[in-house]
């Protein structure tokens, strides 16, 4: 992570109480971090917006809100999902940054499938890397869970094939 110049984390509509991984970001980056984040007002599910990173090892941190998905989702909760990605990643180039580290986005408290979550993530990174390839130097997805990192092991292969 030391190496990535954006981070990814998520910020919800109201930033009281982040979960999960905005909530380790938070108490990295210290009350800084949360201080901007109120400057920020709400972000929209898709949507991105992006602060300094404060103490963390990456100068900044992309905010943005997925979809709450309960069961199979629906074509709407997809495209927020894969807007989510393209959004931030419309901000790493806006800043002019080589790298970003992106948890996955939804598949926990907000109950989006991990299996369909790496099916849209995969094809909007592939879609995203065919225009963008020269301004990027690293795409990294985080997983924390064991069946996350199966999942994209799996896949993987089927949107990056090894020449």
């Known amino acids: 992570m030391s190496d990535t110049s954006g981070m990814r984390g998520t910020l919800p509509l109201i930033s009281t109480g982040p979960p999960a991984v905005d909530g380790c970001i938070h108490r990295a980056a210290g009350p800084l971090l949360t201080d901007e984040c109120r400057t920020l007002h709400n972000c929209e599910t898709g949507k991105a917006k992006i602060t300094c990173g404060y103490r963390l090892p990456a100068k900044y941190v992309i905010h943005t809100v997925g ?64 225009q963008h390839k020269d301004k990027v130097d690293r795409l990294i997805i985080c997983v924390f869970l064991e069946k996350d990192e199966d999942i994209y092991r799996e896949r993987l292969p089927h949107y990056f094939p090894v020449a």
């Open 67 to 130: 979809p709450i998905a309960v069961g199979q989702p629906s074509a709407s909760q997809a495209a927020e999902l894969r807007s989510c990605y393209l959004s931030s990643l419309d901000l790493l180039l806006e800043h002019r940054l080589r790298s970003v580290a992106f948890p996955c986005i939804s598949t926990g408290v907000f109950g989006y499938p991990n299996e369909e979550a790496a099916e849209v993530v995969l094809a909007a990174l592939r879609g995203w890397l065919e």
